[in-house]
Structures are given as C-alpha cells and as structure tokens.
Antibody, heavy 114, light 113 residues
Framework: VQLVESGGGLVQPGGSLRLSCAVS????????MTWVRQAPGKGLEWVTT????????YYVDSVKDRFFISRDNFKNTLFLQMNTLRAEDTAIYYC????????WGQGTLVTVSS | DVVMTQSPLSLPVTLGQPASISCRSS???????????FHWFQQRPGQSPRRLIY???NRDSGVPDRFSGSGSGTDFTLKISRVEAEDVGIYYCMQCTHWPPITFGQGTRLDIK
C-alpha cells in the first residue's frame, strides 16, 4: 500500500490549494478514504471522509463549505480542494485509507500566511 | 461530539520497564451491534502516524507483541510490557463509533528517562 500526497505549499489567507493523493497497492475504488491534518506541534484532527464511490462525504465543522473532497477511481487519486484558507488551516495533511485509518501517507505541508 | 481524554500527557519511562496509557471517552463507544470502534496510533518523531491497535485489542501487522490494548465502554488502556528505544513517540487514541466526526485524544508523549 502506498499513498503519496502532493500539492501543499505556501498560500495567502483567503487563497486556495488543491491537494492530491496518488494511491497504489490496493483496489482504490473499494475503499473509503480520509484526510487527517496535524497543525505544527499539535495533535491529529480528522478533516473529511469520502465513500468508495463518492456518494457520501463528511466534513469537520471548521472546514464545511470551504473544503471539498473528491476522488477519481480511474486514476486512483484522492483530492482535497481547499478554499478560503485561514491561518488555522496550516498543517500537515495526511491521506489515509478507510475511516479506521489503516494506512497513512507521508503528508503534505500547507502553510497559510501572508 | 465524543471527547477523548488521554492520561498522562507525558510519560518518561526507563528502558525495559512497562508503560501504560489511559484513554477515556465522554460516552460509551459500544454501538447498537455491540461493536467498539476504538484504535491506538503511534507517531514516531518525524514520521507519519501508524495504527498499532484496532478495535480495542487487535494488534496490526508487524506490531510487536509487547504492545497490548484493553478496555471497554468508556475506558481504554494501551500497555507496553517492556519499553524499547524505538517506542519513543506520541501515542493517540481514536474513536469512530460515533462519527462524524472521528475524534482523537490529545496524545501522550513517551520518552526515555
């Protein structure tokens, strides 16, 4: 199982970023997928989960209507579109399998700062 | 939302000695089918988290048998029978019985005395 996140970087408050997670080693289309984040020096925070077919999506309240999770089961890729970014969104974003969080990627750092 | 409270938050341990971390949930994690969605994670310095224990007491593949999980309802424990240097890191508990949201404990930092 391999999960490789990309797309992080420095963005100004109010800006947007799109994270990607390329997966391999398992049948992606059969799996629920999750994004978890970790602010610098802080603990883990669940962000969002998407059903295997994309039919159901859940979000933590703090990102609702700003972040949008999606997936491309043909390209084995998970996405996180992040809009109207705030300083408090600064974190490492991890792509994780399932909602039992079986396997984790290495993470991609998002820094929101002017 | 279910609040997960870990103790202690800092755990200095002598090599070869046992260690124990407690996690308490604000409500029972047993669902209507009698299942408990509760897991433990380890995050070594500079690494991504990895799951150690799933469904309270089941070790993930490759996890040494010195790690064990127990508990029920609202009280859970992670035990390390003999701490080794590679066990240094932060340990998190997590519940997924009452989700969304999935919630984590604050983390317990284990280091060597």
């Amino acid at each position: 199982v391999q999960l490789v996140e990309s797309g992080g970087g420095l963005v100004q408050p109010g800006g947007s970023l799109r994270l990607s997670c390329a997966v391999s080693g398992f049948t992606f289309s059969n799996y629920v997928m999750t994004w978890v984040r970790q602010a610098p020096g802080k603990g883990l925070e669940w962000v969002t989960t998407i059903w295997h077919d994309g039919s159901i999506k859940y979000y933590v309240d703090s990102v609702k209507d700003r972040f949008f999770i999606s997936r491309d089961n043909f390209k084995n890729t998970l996405f996180l579109q992040m809009n109207t970014l705030r300083a408090e969104d600064t974190a490492i974003y991890y792509c994780v399998t399932g909602h039992w969080l079986d396997y984790w990627g290495q993470g991609t750092l998002v820094t929101v700062s002017s | 939302d279910v609040v997960m409270t870990q103790s202690p938050l800092s755990l200095p341990v002598t090599l070869g000695q046992p260690a124990s971390i407690s996690c308490r949930s604000s409500q029972s994690l047993v669902d209507s089918d009698g299942n408990t969605c509760f897991h433990w994670f380890q995050q070594r310095p500079g690494q991504s988290p990895r799951r150690l224990i799933y469904r309270v007491s089941n070790r993930d593949s490759g996890v040494p048998d010195r790690f064990s999980g127990s508990g029920s309802g609202t009280d859970f424990t992670l035990k390390i029978s003999r701490v080794e240097a590679e066990d240094v890191g932060i340990y998190y508990c997590m519940q997924c019985t009452h989700w969304p949201p999935i919630t984590f404990g604050q983390g317990t930092r284990l280091d060597i005395k």
